[in-house]
């Protein structure tokens, strides 16, 4: 159908990052829509699996350190401050048409009593990404809270390293003053988590006030901006060792998420978002080193990576909260019909978001 082709340009793309990224919002369609899946097959997929957002923050840095590295090795003072307005207006450009739409869409969607929410969370700190920057949000626009750490990510990193080259550049190597601030921003967020520790959660409040507040969780984002780093500044060692990464990352994300773990534990409010940070990344090396794929199975992964944004900001509210309040099933045969309908839905709504509204504002940017 030439109304969901996107056409995009292969040779441009890195295939194992699209795998990544692929991974990534499949993990998460299939955690929202669980629920339908509990009808007919109640405990599916059967064994665990990383979070998917884990794995968009790490493939973020690591995309987006990339492209801060070498816009400060190669800007000059003079044109520092054009460089990073323009690192601005290409994000902002990707990200913000798509989250105001969803946003009013959420608004309305609750406000018609379409799907379930409390409509007196939604407040301007939404429009700032404010809603959950140091304490939780509940019941509207879920999905946001990722974005907020995206966001606020895209800002901070950005301002603290140019202001410390504006600063320390003729007396510190470029190299090390990132490597510096990756570091700060990774340690940082661990020991509010640690000074925060103490509080007495259940598995509700864990999740929205360790997992999903932005001063949190900004240090998931700094390991994939730690493996840019050592793509830029030691592509051999990234090279080389690739395969070796891979295996210890898969290893070490099983490890930990396998074992049932309270999440009131000490080990869940601290270090467990480090170790799944840590393990995430280093299977980046070996999905960068994967450059094409020629096959049809190929293309169908570039297509859901290239609409996954899309695919984040639709699947759960406008679609999978949608079927559970009006359209639940009544029996298993219904499941999996729901279920099905649920993924083509997805897929669908998608790309067609992506190729008549979100690529359309991204083009923006080139004029």
């Given at each position: 159908m030439s109304l969901l082709k996107i056409n995009p340009d292969y040779q441009k793309r890195v295939y194992g990052l699209d795998v990544f990224r692929a991974v990534a919002i499949v993990l998460v369609v299939i955690g929202h829509g669980s629920f339908i899946v509990n009808y007919f097959a109640p405990g599916f997929p059967y064994i665990k699996f990383i979070d998917g957002v884990e794995l968009f923050f790490v493939l973020s840095g690591f995309l987006i350190g990339s492209i801060l590295i070498k816009i400060?090795?190669?800007?000059?003072?003079?044109?520092?401050?054009?460089?990073?307005?323009?690192?601005?207006?290409?994000r902002w450009y990707r990200t913000l048409p798509n989250y105001y739409l969803i946003l009013l869409v959420n608004y309305l969607l609750v406000r018609f009593e379409i799907i379930n929410g409390d409509i007196s969370q939604f407040n301007w700190k939404f429009l700032l990404f404010l809603h959950n920057f140091s304490g939780p949000f509940v019941d509207f626009f879920w999905e946001?809270?990722?974005l907020s750490i995206e966001e606020w990510f895209y800002i901070s990193f950005p301002i603290t390293l140019f202001l410390s080259l504006a600063l320390f550049k003729k007396l510190i190597p470029v190299k090390k003053i990132i490597l510096f601030?990756?570091?700060?921003?990774?340690?940082?967020?661990?020991?509010?988590?640690?000074?925060?520790?103490?509080?007495?959660?259940?598995?509700?409040?864990?999740?929205?006030?360790?997992?999903k507040v932005v001063i949190t969780r900004l240090d998931s984002i700094m390991y994939g901006v730690l493996m840019a780093w050592i793509k830029y500044y030691h592509g051999e060692w990234f090279f080389r060792y690739r395969h070796s990464m891979f295996i210890a990352g898969l290893i070490i994300i099983y490890v930990v998420i396998l074992p049932e773990k309270e999440s009131a534990?000490?080990?869940?409010?601290?270090?467990?978002?480090?170790?799944?940070?840590?393990?995430?990344?280093?299977?980046l090396p070996f999905a960068d080193s994967i450059k094409q794929s020629k096959t049809l199975f190929g293309k169908?992964?570039?297509?859901?990576?290239i609409i996954s944004y899309s695919m984040y900001l639709l699947n759960l509210a406008p679609i999978a909260q949608v079927i559970e309040k009006n359209f639940l099933p009544s029996n298993s045969i219904e499941a999996v019909f729901t279920y099905l309908i649920y993924w083509v839905l997805v897929i669908?709504?998608?790309?067609?978001?992506?190729?008549y509204f979100e690529r359309p504002m991204m083009n923006l940017r080139e004029k």
């Amino acid at each position: 159908m030439s109304l969901l082709k996107i056409n995009p340009d292969y040779q441009k793309r890195v295939y194992g990052l699209d795998v990544f990224r692929a991974v990534a919002i499949v993990l998460v369609v299939i955690g929202h829509g669980s629920f339908i899946v509990n009808y007919f097959a109640p405990g599916f997929p059967y064994i665990k699996f990383i979070d998917g957002v884990e794995l968009f923050f790490v493939l973020s840095g690591f995309l987006i350190g990339s492209i801060l590295i070498k816009i400060l090795e190669e800007s000059t003072d003079s044109n520092a401050l054009k460089s990073l307005s323009e690192f601005w207006k290409r994000r902002w450009y990707r990200t913000l048409p798509n989250y105001y739409l969803i946003l009013l869409v959420n608004y309305l969607l609750v406000r018609f009593e379409i799907i379930n929410g409390d409509i007196s969370q939604f407040n301007w700190k939404f429009l700032l990404f404010l809603h959950n920057f140091s304490g939780p949000f509940v019941d509207f626009f879920w999905e946001s809270w990722s974005l907020s750490i995206e966001e606020w990510f895209y800002i901070s990193f950005p301002i603290t390293l140019f202001l410390s080259l504006a600063l320390f550049k003729k007396l510190i190597p470029v190299k090390k003053i990132i490597l510096f601030w990756i570091i700060f921003f990774i340690v940082s967020p661990l020991i509010y988590r640690i000074s925060i520790s103490g509080m007495e959660v259940d598995h509700f409040w864990y999740d929205v006030n360790f997992r999903k507040v932005v001063i949190t969780r900004l240090d998931s984002i700094m390991y994939g901006v730690l493996m840019a780093w050592i793509k830029y500044y030691h592509g051999e060692w990234f090279f080389r060792y690739r395969h070796s990464m891979f295996i210890a990352g898969l290893i070490i994300i099983y490890v930990v998420i396998l074992p049932e773990k309270e999440s009131a534990s000490i080990f869940m409010k601290t270090i467990y978002f480090s170790i799944i940070g840590i393990g995430a990344s280093l299977v980046l090396p070996f999905a960068d080193s994967i450059k094409q794929s020629k096959t049809l199975f190929g293309k169908g992964v570039v297509h859901i990576s290239i609409i996954s944004y899309s695919m984040y900001l639709l699947n759960l509210a406008p679609i999978a909260q949608v079927i559970e309040k009006n359209f639940l099933p009544s029996n298993s045969i219904e499941a999996v019909f729901t279920y099905l309908i649920y993924w083509v839905l997805v897929i669908i709504l998608s790309t067609l978001l992506y190729k008549y509204f979100e690529r359309p504002m991204m083009n923006l940017r080139e004029k």
